[in-house]
């Protein structure tokens, strides 16, 4: 892959070891990218999060798969989250209400909700990413806490035994 002709335009960025590692920087920017990625409103949001990924150093199959956070099922409501967040950030009223909702329509209403749609998207992504972002971070600071206090009382209990067997 880091041959392959159609990805030179991505340079050194594709050579990265943390785009395939487990590590907490790569993981948890993952969350961050998937997760922000999820919440833009449009097509191909997996090939935005692998190009995000790739640049910022995320683990690359994580950040991919984050994205199906939003799915058939839960992108109505993200949307609609989002665009919530979107009116009372601008402080537009609610035109949604007046909108009748056709296909035949659907241009009509998009030029209206645009705006509060994608800043809230914006806005509902980062928050949500960041928030990842920073539970994996504290997730990954626990666990490695655990195994080290785990490791030294197994030192520990080692040492005794060694003295207990070993009488000096």
Request: glycine share 8%; with cysteine.
């Amino acid at each position: 892959m880091k041959n392959h002709p159609q990805l030179s335009w991505l340079g050194e960025h594709i050579k990265n070891p943390g785009l395939w590692h487990l590590s907490h920087r790569s993981v948890s920017l993952a969350f961050l990218v998937g997760i922000f990625c999820a919440f833009l409103p449009m097509p191909f949001q997996m090939v935005v999060a692998a190009i995000l990924a790739v640049f910022i150093g995320s683990n690359l199959p994580i950040s991919v798969t984050l994205v199906w956070i939003s799915n058939p099922i839960t992108m109505p409501a993200m949307l609609y989250f989002s665009y919530r967040i979107g009116q009372l950030i601008l402080g537009v009223g609610d035109s949604a209400d007046a909108m009748v909702w056709h296909l035949d329509t659907l241009y009509d209403n998009f030029k209206h909700i645009w705006r509060p749609l994608l800043l809230g998207c914006l806005i509902s992504g980062l928050i949500a990413g960041v928030i990842g972002f920073i539970s994996i971070r504290i997730l990954w600071t626990i666990q490695v806490r655990r195994t080290w206090i785990k490791r030294g009382r197994e030192r520990l209990k080692r040492q005794q035994q060694d003295k207990q067997n070993n009488p000096d």
